[in-house]
């Protein structure tokens, strides 16, 4: 770290047709060689002040722009998104957002191409990015044909084949299963390390990348103010709710200096004396809702899902997990009708959807994708819930809903002009609004604040309480371990587990929580833990 590589001196920034700033006053200076993390609640700014970085605001963006961005010596209100682009690589936050080729390997070699770069050079890029993000075997594969998780990789490694000195991303692990987002993280770091490149995450999920910044940068406070500096000087400072699972506990229990690894917790909490995990009371059910017979699903010349049968009943919040492309979003969508199935039978609230017309579902059951936007077509967001309950029949009052998802004060915002936590918030409060019997969910948490996650949690609860069936197709092992009745767990095109969180997480490798790491058996979260030795 011998110099800065970019600086932002005073930067405000108010995107069009809104009354308050993204950024105020923002100051910051990225040392060559830097490994940085920034966090915050969701619409505090982080994806404004990332897009400075690569010209995207403001010249894309446009709106009223002031202070000064330098970046690898080039002043950004000079040049723009194209020329900053040899320097600065950048992940979105929705990967479908910057993909634009027909096929993968063409996808990360169109910024090369756009450069002018050598075939030789070329040719050797793309098949490093491929094999650092481990995505080779899908080089012949159309982009709109992959999982979110796939897409999101493909991203990554279009973005490295630049070889900027500065590479910027936001939320890069949101869709990413837990293999994946480690192979991602580690490459990171190892670029890091290794070739001195320049890292900007933006995370919400901080439990694997706390311990490998240099430096934290906390948004969003209330007094305006960021905070910046070390981990360990940061994590004292911040709210709870934000920090990993490990540094929760220790915080709770006092520790000087909280844990920040599975690998540091193992030695903080040695003495502690515990004993068993407190029991999970089982979710009471009800009617079958939904009922999977033998169920093929094909798409192209791949089986996705094969011979699966699954049964879901009115009462259980039932997470569906599993890698990247193993047919989650396919198996939401086949119990929605929105999914051709090659064989078997899909029967949903009583309706064969191989044989009925889907459309005969609206009303009974409710359908969040992972991109919310599609889901929006009216100027402001109340309309949107006014909307859905004018055609669903439902005399709620949509700011009730929206207060509770915490978003009464952006009801008369464009629903597009939404951060990605609040979209994904925006989505959900819109479906719900139409009083569904079955609730699906797809990454719901992707966006989402720690905060907001905590709400969403408690809410999915409530209606589980209610007697609604929810399906969440989810990566995140905390929530599951949380709010969860039931973990259907895919692979190999079927069910491979199917229990109790406690039976479906503990042990696992990779799909479990950082406290059942540290304690193994069944203990799965701080609540676990404090409740055994007495700690309120």
């Not at 770290?1 to 405000?12: F, G, I, K, Q, R």
């Not at 809104?18 to 505090?44: C, I, K, M, Q």
């Not at 723009?80 to 996808?107: C, H, I, K, M, Y």
């Not at 994904?424 to 699906?440: I, N, S, Y």
Request: charged fraction near 25%; proline fraction near 5%.
């Amino acid at each position: 770290m011998t110099s800065p590589l970019a600086t932002l001196d005073n930067v405000s920034y108010r995107y069009p047709n809104t009354t308050s700033d993204a950024l105020r006053d923002e100051s910051w200076t990225l040392e060559a060689g830097s490994f940085s993390l920034v966090v915050g609640p969701s619409g505090s700014g982080k994806s404004s002040l990332l897009r400075c970085f690569n010209g995207l605001v403001p010249h894309f963006s446009g709106g009223s722009f002031s202070g000064r961005v330098v970046v690898d010596r080039l002043d950004t209100r000079g040049v723009g998104p194209r020329e900053l682009s040899a320097s600065v690589g950048f992940v979105f936050q929705d990967p479908e957002a910057q993909l634009v080729t027909d096929r993968v390997e063409d996808e990360i070699a169109f910024g090369l191409e756009q450069h002018g770069i050598d075939r030789f050079t070329m040719r050797k890029r793309v098949e490093e990015s491929l094999d650092y993000l481990g995505v080779e075997h899908l080089r012949r594969r159309r982009p709109n044909e992959l999982s979110g998780g796939e897409r999101q990789r493909v991203a990554i490694a279009a973005a490295l084949a630049m070889h900027p000195k500065l590479l910027v991303l936001d939320e890069p692990t949101s869709q990413l299963d837990p293999w994946g987002a480690e192979d991602v993280l580690t490459v990171l770091t190892r670029l890091n390390e290794d070739l001195g490149l320049t890292v900007v995450v933006a995370e919400h999920r901080l439990d694997r990348l706390l311990s490998r910044a240099d430096t934290v940068r906390v948004m969003g406070r209330p007094d305006g103010v960021a905070l910046e500096g070390s981990p360990e000087q940061i994590v004292p400072l911040m709210d709870a709710v934000t920090l990993p699972p490990i540094t929760q506990l220790g915080r709770a229990l006092g520790e000087e200096t909280p844990p920040l690894t599975v690998k540091a917790a193992r030695t903080a909490f040695a003495r502690l004396q515990i004993g068993a995990p407190p029991e999970t009371p089982h979710a009471v059910s009800g009617d079958l809702v939904t009922q999977l017979a033998d169920m093929q699903v094909r798409l192209g010349d791949r089986t996705v899902l094969d011979n699966l049968s699954l049964e879901l009943r009115e009462g259980e919040l039932v997470a569906v997990m599993g890698r990247n492309g193993s047919g989650k979003t396919t198996l939401l969508r086949a119990i929605a009708g929105l999914q051709h199935v090659d064989r078997g039978s899909v029967v949903t609230t009583g309706i064969d959807l191989r044989q009925g017309d889907p459309g005969s579902l609206r009303g009974q059951v409710g359908y969040v994708p992972q991109q919310a936007s599609i889901l929006f077509f009216h100027e402001r967001l109340i309309d949107e819930l006014r909307f859905t309950a004018r055609v669903r029949g439902v005399a709620d009052d949509p700011r009730e809903i929206l207060e509770r998802f915490g978003l009464a004060h952006r009801a008369e915002s464009h629903p597009l002009d939404l951060s990605g936590g609040e979209r994904e918030r925006a989505a959900l409060a819109t479906v719900m609004m139409g009083q569904p019997r079955l609730l699906l969910i797809d990454e719901p948490t992707r966006g989402m604040d720690a905060w907001r996650k905590a709400e969403l949690a408690a809410h999915l609860v409530e209606l589980q309480a209610d007697g609604v069936a929810i399906v969440m197709v989810t990566h995140d092992v905390e929530l599951v371990a949380t709010c969860a009745s039931r973990v259907v767990m895919l692979g190999d095109a079927g069910i491979v587990a199917d229990g109790t969180p406690r039976e479906v997480l503990s042990g696992s490798l990779t799909y479990t929580t950082q406290i059942n790491k540290v304690f193994g058996g069944e203990w799965l979260t701080v609540d676990d833990v404090l409740a055994s030795i007495g700690v309120p």
